[in-house]
């Protein structure tokens, strides 16, 4: 089983002046305000409140870096980024956002991981992701959020129906914090990403 031997909060930013060096292989957590990017790194690393969640979306408003020693292979840093698509937000603090994860994705970013929730797909925010992290040759891991909000039998046409509108090979990672499936399969995914030749 993979799992986090130490995992750790290491800083956080609110502007790129404030951006910590790298110093380790970044994997960005990206999806939509309320997607569960939070729970979903608490659940990777076995911990209920190493990043901080919450029912009110728009929660994480800063840019989170913890430092991640899993029990095979080497140190990771797993970042945590404020979610898009909240609309109850003010143009000004709308803009601080776009110009924090602009400034965010022109880092050398190791890996992704896209978080969709499992009743929605894939809007014009996250296909303008996609095509930024492609032409950039981003690896993009994309997970299929809560669910458990779904049957069992409507989860599988999901992750189909996301899958061929993401047009890729492999199939989302479903994920449910309420029954931890997922994690093993994301585990896997993240510690076998091989980047492409640049
Ligand atoms: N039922 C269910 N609820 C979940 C799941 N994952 C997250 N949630 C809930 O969804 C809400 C939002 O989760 P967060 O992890 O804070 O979401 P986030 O993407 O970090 O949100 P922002 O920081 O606002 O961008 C919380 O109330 C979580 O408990 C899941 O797999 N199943
Ligand atoms: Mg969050």
Not at 15 to 18: F, N, W
Not at 32 to 36: E, F, L
């Given at each position: 089983m993979i799992r986090a031997n130490c995992a750790t909060f290491f800083t956080a930013a609110t502007?790129?002046?404030?951006f910590p060096k790298q110093t380790l292989p970044e994997i960005a957590f990206i999806g939509?305000?309320?997607?569960?990017k939070s729970t979903l790194i608490n659940a990777l690393t076995n911990t209920n409140n190493l990043a901080r969640t919450s029912r009110?979306?728009?929660?994480?408003r800063q840019i989170n870096w913890f430092h991640i020693t899993p029990n095979r292979g080497s140190m990771l840093a797993f970042v945590d980024l404020p979610g898009f698509?909240?609309?109850?937000?003010s143009k000004q603090e709308r803009s601080t956002w776009q110009t924090l994860v602009q400034n965010y994705l022109e880092?050398?970013?190791?890996a992704t991981l896209l978080l969709i929730d499992v009743r929605r797909h894939i809007e014009i925010e996250e296909s303008d992701l996609l095509s930024w992290l492609s032409e950039r040759n981003i690896p993009i891991i994309p997970v299929i959020t809560k669910a458990d909000k779904l049957s069992k039998s409507k989860q599988k046409p999901a992750s189909m129906a996301l899958q061929h509108q993401l047009n890729m090979k492999q199939a989302p990672v479903l994920f449910s914090s309420l029954s931890k499936e997922g994690i093993q399969t994301l585990w896997h995914r993240i510690l076998s990403i091989s980047k492409p030749n640049k």
């Open positions: 502007d790129k002046q404030h939509r305000s309320n997607v569960g009110t979306p728009g929660r994480t698509g909240y609309a109850k937000i880092r050398d970013i190791y």
